[in-house]
């Protein structure tokens, strides 16, 4: 169950509504900071520490084998059909989530095309690991703030580091393009476009206690994505 909240102070441009935390993490310690900002350096740490992570960096070093790829993108898919079933109940009845709920972005046809793609129409697909229900179930009991912070997370990291992750399977492991739709973003934009718009829409939210909410919560989401690609190494 998702507890995506209807309160109104959830709206993008509701940044007088709070008064401003003397110790707000991403409200008031940030000034008026663009929130785009904000939290690409506040956690820039915590990004640091997913991308370093061993399966991560063997997968696209090419010292791992095709199959670890496909590993990943199963346990990718119970993660985004959290997010994209959460984010679209929430945009429903929440202001601030519709304005980020964005239908190009979802992913989870995509994993499906590449996994059909690659073993057939109704091959079984590696069951989720304990991270990923862990990582599945708090995207689906986040609040509206803190499923912002999952969605930001995943698709700005697919269309940042993500479009690496894509080339490089493809050049290592020669994965064609046909099985990777999953880092296609092409239907939207230029990857820079789609998420130079993203973080416009971040920069319009200013509350400072949704600000702190969802920048708590991006931590947390590097952390349970670090947590993943830890559970796939062996
Ligand atoms: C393979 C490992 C990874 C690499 C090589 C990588 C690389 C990058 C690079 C180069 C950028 C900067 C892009 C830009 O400024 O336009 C970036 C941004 C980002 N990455 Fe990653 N990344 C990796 C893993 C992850 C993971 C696991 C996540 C989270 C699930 C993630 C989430 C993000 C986010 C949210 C941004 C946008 C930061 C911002 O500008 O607000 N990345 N990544």
Known sequence: MTTATTSPQHRPDTGAAGAERPSGAAGSAAGSAPFSTVLREATREEHTAAETRG????????????????RLLAQYLPVYEALEQSIAAAAEVDPLAAAFHDARLARVAAIRCDLAARFGKDAEVDPPLPVTERYARRIREATVPQLLAHHYLRYLGDLSGGQAIGALVARHYQVPGGQLAMWDFSAIDKPKRVKDEYRARLDEITDPEIRDEFLAETKRGYELAGELFAALDR
Do not use: C
Not at 55 to 70: Q, V
């Open 55 to 70: 399966f991560i960096t063997r997968l696209m070093g090419g010292e791992l084998e095709e199959g670890d790829y496909w």
